[in-house]
C-alpha cells in the first residue's frame, strides 16, 4: 500500500511537471493554452459481483483518468486544437479531438465505447466450434438421454426422468460463460466554410459492437437458452451541403449506412439427442440478422416571409437493401416430404419517403401560430411470397400453406398551435392534431386519431409560474377485422382457433387519451423555491373485449430548495410514478381426433397490473470555505414495486385457479458525497465517495440455472444459461488532483 502510495505521488508529480510544461512551450510559441485534467485513483469495496453494478459502465479499480479538456487558440488568427476525454482508458470512455479555424473549417476525431453487461452468473453445457455454432460432446448427449430416455423419446411413454440425476449431470458440466457486449465508435467529420453563405459537412462513423446476449429459442419439444453472438459492424456516411442567403436557406444531404452481421446463423445440438427422429431434432437453428445497406436523399429549405413568419420543408427519399439467403425449413433430416423454400433469397427491399413543412407566424404581437404537416410512407418491396408447406418446431409438417406479408403502412399528421398572451401575466395556449395511418397486412387498414390540446400559464418575473394543461385524443379504427392477416398468410385456411374474435391489439384499437398536467413553481423568497406538479394519462380502449382494456399512469412530484445561507443550498425532491392497467384473453384448447374445441367465455381471465416506483432524494452543496472548501452530500432511494393479479370471471373448466403473480420488487439506495478542495486557481484536491445498495426480487429471474426442473417439472429437458441480475453492495472512494491550465 506504501508502494502505491509513493508511485501515485511519483506519477501526479510528473503530470503536472509535463502539463507545466506544455503550457510554458505553448505561451514561447505563440498559442493560449486553457482548460483543465483531473486524474487520480479509485478503490472499491463490497459485494459487487453483480452484472446490474456495472450495467452500462466501467469502474475499474486503480488509476483513473477521469477528465481531460484542453485547449489552444492561436489568437486572431482563429486556429484553435481541443482535446476533450472522459474516463479515457476505461470501457466506457468518450475521446473528442478537434482542430480548425474559427468560422471556416473544423476537423474532429471521436472515439467511445459503451458496456452492456447482462449477467456475471451464466453457465453453459455447449461449446462455440464456429462463431454461432454450439456443440456438445456425444458422450454428454448420451448421458442426459439416458437420464430422460422417456420424455425424449415420442414412441414411449410412463417413465419420468430422474431430475436429482439430471440437476446434478448439468450442475457439474456446466461452465462460465461471460454474458456481455461492447460497443466501441470511430467517427471523423470535417466542416468547410469556403463563404459566408456556404456551410459544408461530412461525417463517416464506424461502430462495431461484440460479445453475447442471452437469447431464447425452441426446437422438437423443448425449448433452450443459448448465447448468441454478437459481432457487428455498420458504417455510415453522412454530408450535406447548405447555402444561406439573407432570408433562404437551402440543404442538401445524404446518408448511407451498411450493417454487416459477421455471424450468420445460430446453430445449436439438442442435449437430450444425438441423431434425428420424427419429432425430435437433434438440432435446431435461428437465422440472424442480415446484412443490409441504405442510402437516403434529403432536401431542405427555408425561408422568412411578411409578418415575422417563417417557412421549412423537407423531403426525403431512402431506400433499404438485404438480400440474405433464406435457410431450409428444419434441421431435422428425419421429417419426410420437407418442400424446397420457393427463393433462394429474400431480395428484400424497402423505400420510404418523408415529406415535412412547418410555418410559424406572429401577425399580431401577442399571438404566434404555428402550422405543421407530416408524411412518412414506408412502402414494402419485398416478395411475398408462398410457402407450400412448413416445419412446426423442427418435429412435423405444419400441414398447410403460408406467404410471407410484405407489411408496409404511411403516416400523416397535421396540426396547428396558436399561443396568445391576453394580458402580460397570464398567456393561452391551443391546438388541434390530425393523424391518419393507412396500413398493409395489418388488422386495421386505416386509423383516425384526433387531438385537442389546451394550456393556461400565469408567470411573474422569474419567481411565479403556474401552468395548467389538458390533451384529449380519439383514435378510431375503421373495419377492425380480426383474421385479416391470418387469412392473407394462410390462403387454404387458418389452422386452429385462430384470434379471439374480440381481441384488438393496443397499437390499432380504438383509444380515447386524456392527459392532465398541473405545475406550480414559486421562487418568490431569496432563499426559498417550490416546485410541484401532477401528471395524468388515461388511456381507455372503449372497443376491445380482449387485449389491453384500460392504462392508466401519473403521479404526482415535489421538489423543494433551501439556502439557508449564501454558501450553502439544501435541496428535498419526491417523485411518485404509478402505471395501472388491465387485460382480458381466454384459455382455449382446439379440436383433436377425440376432443372438440373448448372455446367458452367461462375460461376467460382478467390480468390487473400494478406498477408503482416512489424515488425520494435529500442533499446539501456548499463552501465551508470560500473558494476553498466545497462540499456535496446527497441521499437518494428508488423503490420500485410490481403486481400482477388473476381473476376468472366466469366458471372455468380449463383454468381452475386463478392465482397472483408474486410481486416484483427493486429496491436502489445511493448515497454519494463530495469533499473538494482548491490549493490554487490552478491546482484543486478532490475526494468522492459513493456507496450503492441494490435488492431485487423477481420470481421471473432469481431461481435460474441452467437446470430447471427441480423448479418446474414441465421444464425438465430445458437448458437454460442461468442469467441473473443478484444483489450488491458496492462501496467507490476515489481521490483525484484537478490541473488547470
Not at 448465447?227 to 432570408?247: C, F, G, I, R, V
Not at 406479408?405 to 398567456?427: D, H, K, M, N
Not at 384448447?589 to 372438440?596: D, E, F, G, H, L
Not at 441473473?724 to 453492495?729: A, K, V
Request: hydrophobic share 35%; glycine share 8%.
Amino acid at each position: 500500500m506504501v508502494i502505491m502510495r509513493m508511485r501515485f505521488v511519483i506519477r501526479a508529480v510528473a503530470a503536472l511537471s509535463g502539463l507545466a510544461l506544455f503550457a510554458a512551450t505553448a505561451r514561447a510559441q505563440g498559442p493560449s493554452p486553457s482548460g483543465e485534467v483531473r486524474f487520480g485513483g479509485r478503490q472499491l469495496f463490497g459485494d459487487r459481483a453483480s452484472s446490474k453494478f456495472a450495467e452500462y459502465q466501467s469502474i475499474p479499480d486503480g488509476w483513473f483518468l477521469d477528465r481531460v479538456d484542453l485547449r489552444l487558440d492561436w489568437g486572431q488568427t482563429g486556429h484553435y486544437l481541443a482535446l476533450r476525454a472522459s474516463d479515457a482508458l476505461e470501457g466506457d470512455q468518450q475521446v473528442r479531438l478537434r482542430a480548425g479555424r474559427a468560422g471556416r473549417w473544423e476537423l474532429g476525431l471521436e472515439f467511445s465505447k459503451l458496456p452492456h453487461a447482462y449477467s456475471n452468473t451464466g453457465r453453459t453445457l455447449y461449446t462455440e466450434t464456429a462463431p454461432g455454432v454450439f456443440r456438445l460432446p456425444d458422450d454428454v448427449q448420451a448421458q442426459l438421454r439416458t437420464i430422460s430416455t422417456t420424455d425424449t423419446d415420442p414412441t414411449r411413454s410412463g417413465v419420468q426422468p430422474d431430475l436429482a440425476k439430471l440437476q446434478a449431470l448439468v450442475d457439474g458440466l456446466a461452465r462460465p460463460l461471460g454474458l456481455s457486449s461492447l460497443r466501441e465508435q470511430f467517427a471523423a467529420s470535417f466542416r468547410y466554410s469556403p463563404a459566408p453563405r456556404w456551410d459544408l459537412r461530412v461525417r463517416y462513423s464506424q461502430e462495431n459492437q461484440r460479445g453475447r446476449r442471452p437469447v431464447g429459442a425452441t426446437f422438437s419439444f423443448n425449448a433452450t437458452e443459448q448465447a448468441e453472438p454478437l459481432d457487428y459492424k455498420t458504417q455510415q456516411l453522412q454530408a450535406s451541403l447548405q447555402w444561406s442567403a439573407n432570408a433562404w436557406t437551402v440543404q442538401l444531404g445524404y446518408t448511407g449506412a451498411i450493417l454487416r452481421n459477421r455471424v450468420d446463423v445460430l446453430l445449436w445440438d439438442n442435449p437430450f439427442r444425438e441423431t434425428d427422429a420424427a419429432g425430435a431434432s437433434a438440432a435446431g437453428r435461428i437465422d440472424l440478422y442480415p446484412d443490409n445497406t441504405t442510402h437516403q436523399g434529403t432536401l431542405s429549405a427555408a425561408v422568412n416571409l411578411p409578418l415575422r413568419s417563417r417557412w421549412t420543408a423537407t423531403a426525403a427519399y431512402g431506400v433499404t437493401l438485404q438480400d440474405d439467403s433464406l435457410l431450409p425449413f428444419t434441421t431435422n433430416s428425419a421429417v419426410a416430404n420437407v418442400p424446397v423454400v420457393p427463393a433462394a433469397t429474400a431480395n428484400g427491399e424497402m423505400r420510404t419517403f418523408v415529406l415535412g413543412s412547418t410555418l410559424t407566424t406572429r401577425p399580431v404581437r401577442d399571438l404566434s401560430l404555428t402550422f405543421r404537416y407530416r408524411l412518412y410512407d414506408r412502402d414494402n418491396r419485398t416478395p411475398s411470397l408462398l410457402f407450400s408447406n412448413y416445419v412446426r418446431t423442427d418435429q412435423v409438417l405444419g400441414g398447410a400453406a403460408r406467404r410471407n406479408l410484405p407489411i408496409a403502412y404511411s403516416r400523416q399528421t397535421a396540426g396547428v398551435e396558436a399561443s396568445w398572451q391576453i394580458l402580460r401575466p397570464i398567456s393561452l395556449r391551443g391546438g388541434y392534431e390530425w393523424e391518419d395511418w393507412d396500413r398493409e397486412h395489418r388488422d386495421v387498414l386505416s386509423t383516425t386519431e384526433h387531438t385537442y390540446s389546451g394550456a393556461v400559464d400565469v408567470t411573474q418575473g422569474g419567481w411565479l409560474l403556474l401552468r395548467a394543461a389538458f390533451r384529449r385524443s380519439d383514435r378510431t379504427a375503421h373495419d377492425y377485422e380480426a383474421h385479416r392477416v391470418a387469412e392473407e398468410t394462410f390462403p387454404e385456411g387458418e389452422p386452429g382457433l385462430g384470434q379471439l374474435e374480440g381481441l384488438r391489439k393496443f397499437d390499432l384499437a380504438s383509444r380515447e387519451r386524456d392527459r392532465a398536467e398541473l405545475i406550480a413553481r414559486v421562487g418568490a423568497w431569496d432563499n426559498l423555491s417550490v416546485s410541484a406538479s401532477y401528471t395524468l394519462t388515461d388511456d381507455l380502449y372503449g372497443e376491445s373485449e380482449y387485449g389491453l382494456l384500460t392504462n392508466r399512469a401519473g403521479g404526482p412530484a415535489l421538489e423543494l430548495t433551501y439556502s439557508p445561507f449564501s454558501r450553502l443550498s439544501l435541496f428535498a425532491e419526491y417523485a411518485r410514478e404509478e402505471n395501472r392497467l388491465s387485460m382480458r384473453s381466454r384459455q382455449r384448447t382446439p379440436a383433436s381426433s377425440t376432443t372438440p374445441a373448448n372455446d367458452k367465455p367461462d375460461n376467460d381471465w382478467v390480468s390487473d397490473v400494478r406498477d408503482l416506483v416512489n424515488t425520494y432524494a435529500a442533499g446539501l452543496s456548499g463552501e465551508l470555505l470560500a473558494d476553498r472548501l466545497g462540499i456535496d452530500l446527497s441521499y437518494s432511494v428508488s423503490d420500485g414495486n410490481g403486481r400482477t393479479g388473476t381473476r376468472t370471471p366466469g366458471q372455468p373448466d380449463l383454468v381452475t385457479t386463478a392465482v397472483d403473480y408474486p410481486a416484483i420488487v427493486s429496491d436502489l439506495r445511493l448515497v454519494c458525497a463530495t469533499v473538494s478542495y482548491s490549493f490554487s486557481q490552478r491546482v484543486g484536491l478532490r475526494f468522492d465517495y459513493r456507496y450503492e445498495k441494490y435488492d431485487q426480487i423477481d420470481f421471473a429471474l432469481d431461481p435460474m440455472t441452467p437446470f430447471m426442473g427441480n423448479v418446474d417439472a414441465g421444464s425438465a429437458l430445458t437448458t437454460w444459461l442461468g442469467a441473473t441480475r443478484p444483489d450488491y453492495r458496492a462501496h467507490l472512494a476515489s481521490l483525484s488532483l484537478t490541473y488547470r491550465l
